[in-house]
């Protein structure tokens, strides 16, 4: 018989992020996003910058997962991430700022050197946790209306 | 002989003394509070991908690696971590001690020496050990960044053949009062750790039996189950620098933490001990004048 649910755990070698039982997962894996649903067969897979969304309930939440490895099996999400936060978690003001010091940066160093390969990162992690705050922001604020003003 | 002032001033100078160690002691408290968190939250990484880097191993045919590579050991570097600071007791001490019976043992070969924490590395070069990198101020707030760094490059040096076997001596965090010297083999990765999948599949029956699922299922993969493999064993490697780098700075904390508690102690003993001596030599004073006085007075009588 297959699972009714995902038992999916998020780490990070600095922290535990989440476990929880969801119904089903979107992985930011490195070649596109791939969904997870309960039974699904062992695979694994490995992880770009993106958002990791899962589903429980009616609710959909956030996470940023930048860079790591994912395990999935039938009953189970191991997501081994390099960076991950969960949307309630960002800073959107710094997360901005944070944009605006990549790009910046990026018109300042010429293409293709350490710096500039340092400063799109840095871009690209920025406009993760820019989605996921606003998105993770603007769906928990709709759904819980008294979280929204945390 | 001693006059009452300069009592008073000893025991202000102790006193001042005191004042430090006790700041010390509680800073160092609270660093060490951070510290055991962080090792305790490092801890379910490290189990996973130690996990998930034994299902891939199970599943290849073959587990050929650079950083499994075992070559016959000529060159050796020896990764030393110490504090960046003294005033730990013998923190500093005992490791670079252990390190040095250590280059002892193996001086038939070519050591080199990458020294973390400022201590190690100026007492280190001094003894004119062949410091070829050093890291500090690592040990104040330990982040995976370093330990990414410090993993890559071991892991480098490895791959490239400039060494054939890196070890790491560094004190292990058992408890506040104790710490454990270790010196543990970092590289190559031994196969072992990879094989015992089915030794562990006892202890991980509980995640097994749960989802009614066959220990070996195999695979589907986005990409080679190789280049996975190749990935996950640098990020194992530096899971494991990243949990020395922590279990160090946490030994480093809590010994920095008993060595204050203990001067603390030290200082309001020899405060007690100034008072009662100044207090017998105050009272001395009073006794040789009270007798001045009466016999003064008894001259003045008679």
Known sequence: ?150 | MATLLDFRRRIRSVKSTQQITRAMKFVAAAKLRRAQDGVFAARPYAREILRVLRSAAARMESTAHPLLERRPEERILAVVLTGDRSLCGAFNTNVLRRATTFFREQSSKNIQVMAIGKKGRDTLRKRGANVVADYINVSANVDYAIAKEIGGKIGEMYAAGEVDAVYAVYNEFKNVMVQRLCTAKLLPIDPAVLASETAEAGQSAAIGTEHEEAPLVDYLYEEPLGDIFSGLLPRYLEAEVFRILLESAAAEHAARMTAMDSATRNASELIDKLTLEMNKIRQAGITKELIEIVSGAASATS
């Open chain 1, 1 to 150: 018989m297959l699972p009714e649910t995902i038992e999916l755990q998020v780490v990070t070698p600095e922290r535990h992020v989440l476990q929880e039982s969801v119904q089903a997962v979107e992985i930011p894996g490195k070649e596109g996003y791939l969904g997870v649903l309960p039974g699904h067969a062992p695979l694994i897979t490995e992880l770009g910058i993106g958002i990791l969304t899962y589903h429980k309930g009616s609710q959909a939440r956030y996470l940023t997962v930048i860079h790591g490895y994912a395990e999935v099996l039938p009953g189970r999400v191991i997501v081994l991430a390099e960076v991950s936060e969960r949307a309630e978690e960002i800073d959107l003001a710094r997360t901005l700022a944070a944009h605006e010091r990549a790009q910046a940066e990026i018109a300042r160093a010429s293409a293709g050197d350490a710096e500039w390969r340092q400063a799109s990162f840095a871009l690209q992690r920025a406009m993760v946790r820019q989605q996921a705050a606003t998105r993770g922001g603007a769906g928990a604020g709709a759904q819980e209306p008294g979280s929204s003003a945390s």
